[in-house]
């Protein structure tokens, strides 16, 4: 089976870089065109634990696409969830958009 962490890491980089340049206004084709892609990356999700989790997740707190703002906050918040399960540190959301819209730092 793949590396967890390194499949969870590069998964969160794609996912936060998608908030970070997801429209500030979307079109109602953007924001279900996003809806679909988390649906399926979250069934698709090749972690089946982490992908069973993904999907309660989104099942209590259905995803935000109404703005990018929305949007990261709604990701950032389904990250803190992973991170608090796994006794990770949990991340100012506050500072999502600063930490990810000029890419990766690490
Ligand atoms: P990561 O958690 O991968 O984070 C990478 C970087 O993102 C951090 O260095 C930090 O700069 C930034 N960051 C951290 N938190 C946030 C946040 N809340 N918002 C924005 N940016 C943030 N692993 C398991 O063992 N069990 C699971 O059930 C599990 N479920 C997962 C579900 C999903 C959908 C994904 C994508 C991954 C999952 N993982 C799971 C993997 C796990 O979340 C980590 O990716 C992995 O443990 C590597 O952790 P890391 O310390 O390198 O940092």
Redesign the pocket.
Known sequence: PPD??IL??S??TL??TIAATYPDTPSRTQQADMLRFVDLFAKL?P?W??AD??QAYMARRVPKVASRDDFGQW??GA??D??R??G?EV?D?SR?LE??KTGPK?
Do not use: A, I, P, T
Request: aromatic share 20%.
């Open positions: 967890v962490e969870g890491r998964s969160w996912l936060h999700y972690c634990v982490c989790d993904f990701l950032c990250h803190n992973v991170n399960k796994l990770k991340f959301c999502w930490r990810w690490d």
